[in-house]
């Protein structure tokens, strides 16, 4: 365990250090001005990031992913649908309630309007990820294409999104990306394959997808509640919340508490009604769920210390500067964001392992990194420019789609469930905040609808990378196929 916790640590110090690499060069050249108190959070909150996200992910490779394997397996063995099916409406709602990334995202959102409850909010984030859950499980069990979901299920997005205020249309694109975070997708992502490792006929495009169905689940919540409530001004409210790292450190225990109580509830009541584990191997998971525990308080402490007021930062002065400098600056943070989110890698690692290593790790971190570089830019121009999200999310998914009809089964899978996971806190907590900060200085308008919105093309760009992935991936391999056929025809000929 320790061998594999300096492993990851490594890993996060780099993607970490590059990022405030980023910043400090920033700082050098008189781009963003140095301040000596926000500068030490910067530095404190990168260093708690990185140690928070090596004992995070040590965690859940002994909790979280194999529960979950287990919990697939035996739910399936048991051969009652209906039980299955509950199961994802329960965790997908208590899950989603109580994600970090979903908490972060509302904050955002009450900090320019609080036209509703924080609590209300997650809850009808809650619904929509509960539902789709058990959606995305009764599509693995019955074997129904991924591709025909996804088709209807955006189609009914963008009819929804015709009627909806304008501002709900980023926000709910937003929520999606945000409910499948460094707590629900690892859990559905293991708890998919555990269900698939017993089910008849399964294969391994089957591991995939589920991620992404959730996704759509508080995209069509949040659209809904606009056709009800009406349009929502973005106001800034007064400034609130934990300022000083011991009140940050002391939220986040609370949050984090709330966050992981629901899991571990769950697991005791799987323990002792399905899974029934041998008092070792309980005990196993147990301390993988306390190291998760402690991992993600450092991770979201270092986050919304020193991260957070960071890129406010650094948004409100890039608005004093060149254009393009902007956007290549977006691009660049973009790119590496990809190495610092938990959840990422642990999809890129269940796509190792699950395609048998055909797709390596760096390959997938590669064109992910890609794609939310791409996406980082988007959103910049977006603000910069207030082009309508119209103009960003319908051509995106609208080519999505159609190439899941082209390319082989388990890209598509593999692809919308790293767009539904690409987003994570990071983006939420660090890149927008930028453009929030970005906004404020250059536009007078209304916030919610020219600064939201980020985090939906974050989880939209990517699904469009790896799929051209897959689309060479097909060429390739047909291309190998003909040569080797014609190698066997001029033996035969021989």
Known sequence: MFVSFIKKLGQSLIATIAIMAVVFLLMAFNVVPFEKNIVIAFIIGGVMLAFGQALFLVGIDLSILEVGRRAGTRLMRMKKIWLILLFGLVFGFVTTIAEPDAQVLVAQLTSFNSFLSTWVILSLFGIGAGLFVSFALFRVLKKIPLKYCLTVLYAIIFLLAVFAPSEYLGFSFDAGSVATGTITAPFLLSLVIG?????????????????????????IAVLILGIMAGPM??????ASGATTFIEVLVENIKDVSIALSPLLVIFILLQIFILKLPIRQAIKALVGFIISYVGLICFLTGVFYGFSPMGNFVGENLAKINTMVVLLLGAVLGFLIVFTEPSILVLAGEVEEVTSK?????VIYIALGIGIAISVVLGLVHVVYNVNLWFIFLPV?????????????IFTGIAFDSGGIASGTMTVAFILPICTGLSGVINSGNVLTEAFGLAGIVASVP????????????????????????RTDSDDSK
């Open 397 to 409: 998914i609208s080519v999505t789609v159609l190439l899941s009809f082209v390319i082989p089964p």
């Open 233 to 238: 001004t973005g106001i800034a409210n007064e």
């Open 358 to 362: 055909l797709l390596k790790k760096w």
């Open 195 to 219: 269900i698939c490792s017993v089910r008849s006929g399964a294969t391994k495009d089957d591991n995939f997808g589920s991620v992404a169905i959730v996704s759509t689940g508080p995209i």
């Open 463 to 486: 699904i469009l990378t790896i799929e051209i992935l897959g689309l060479i991936y097909m060429v390739m391999n047909k291309k190998n196929r003909r040569q080797n056929e014609k």
